[in-house]
């Protein structure tokens, strides 16, 4: 992978996406107008625009299909019955709310440009997700996690001085799996123990790390990364085999891999891990909008979701132990 950072998260979905092949003119060109207001307006991730514009173009391929070659023709009735078609193509609710999303940001888009006189989606509703608990680490799993990592970086190889300092670092901060990849030697200030991390939208953050982290850092710096660094590695803080940005797709698998060396503990990856460091923070006394901000969370709601997986382990605690449960 270049150099390029990568943040975000993959919004990908669990079917196939139509692209702007088959679209009138028309629609072609109306999709690279928002395609690139989506780059240099917004400054979205490069996966996060391909996502965005699968969804739009499969909008606009619906349009088509109804006989509308008109943005202006696009209503509300057209957005319902596009949802409509993918719920009875077997989507899920989670991709179909997220489908809506991409609709009214789009929609939105139209009438803030004036090629709509109104915005046909302001009130396009969203199926209800069904909230499910992510699975977390125990303390301990979390810790024979990286212990793992560890004892098979003993022998001081950059792989395993990188895989040490990447799961230490996932787990001291809870940041994304993109913005761990895309971390540069210069976010991190050994000093004050935070790392400069920037999230969705290059929304720039700054996180604190533990004592633990910082060690498997420093020797990362010291006798990783000088030993896997080539000409083109540019500032990258992690690199892969050949020298370039870690891949996230390599601490994905990194992730699984020593996940299985622990006994008992869930199959998670990166953002496994991420629930995990946000659960043991709010189990430790962390206040939820401290929380909040380390995760990088626009909305209070989202990180709301972790204090319902402190409160159902509270509870099966209580059901295992209470004798009058």
């Known amino acids: 992978m270049g150099d390029t950072r990568a943040t975000g998260p993959d919004p990908g979905g669990d079917e196939d996406r139509s692209g702007a092949a088959g679209l009138g003119e028309g629609f072609v060109r109306l999709l690279g107008d928002y395609e690139r207001h989506l780059v240099s ?6 996966h996060t625009v391909r996502a965005y514009l699968g969804d739009v173009a499969g909008l606009l391929d619906h349009c088509g299909r109804l006989g509308i ?8 009735r057209t957005l319902r019955s596009w949802l409509a078609k993918l719920q009875t193509t077997g989507r899920s609710r989670t991709t179909i709310a997220r489908r809506a999303t991409a609709a009214r940001v789009f929609t939105a888009w139209l009438h803030r440009t004036g090629r709509v006189p109104a915005d046909p989606g302001a009130a ?35 792989v395993g001085l990188r895989d040490v300092a990447m799961l230490e670092l996932l787990y001291a901060t809870g940041i994304r799996v993109g913005e761990l990849a895309g971390l540069d030697v210069d976010d991190v200030d050994a000093e004050r123990r935070v790392v400069r991390v920037f999230g969705k939208g290059r929304k720039e953050r700054s996180v604190p ?10 020797r990362w710096l010291a006798n990783g990364r000088p030993s896997l660094r080539v000409d083109g590695s540019g500032p990258a803080l992690f690199l892969g085999v050949r020298g370039r940005r870690i891949d996230q797709r390599a601490v994905r698998e990194l992730v699984h891999r020593r996940i299985a060396d ?13 629930h995990t460091a946000a659960t043991h923070l709010l189990e430790g006394g962390a206040d939820l909008r401290s929380v909040q901000e380390l995760l990088g969370h626009a909305s209070l709601a989202t990180t709301q979701l972790y204090t319902h997986v402190t409160t159902d382990r509270l509870r099966r605690a209580y059901q295992q132990a209470h004798p009058r449960a």
Request: hydrophobic share 35%; net charge negative.
């Open 41 to 46: 307006e917004r400054d979205l991730a490069p």
């Open 69 to 76: 070659d008109d943005v202006t023709e696009l209503d509300l």
């Open 124 to 158: 396009l509703g969203s199926p209800k997700k069904h909230k499910t608990l992510p699975p977390v680490l125990r303390t301990d799993e979390a810790e024979a996690l990286i212990r793992s990592a560890a004892d098979l970086a003993d022998d001081g190889t950059p």
């Open 209 to 218: 790390y533990g004592t633990p982290a910082a060690r498997a850092l420093d």
């Open 262 to 274: 622990v006994p008992g503990a869930p199959d998670i990856g990166p953002h496994g891990l991420r």
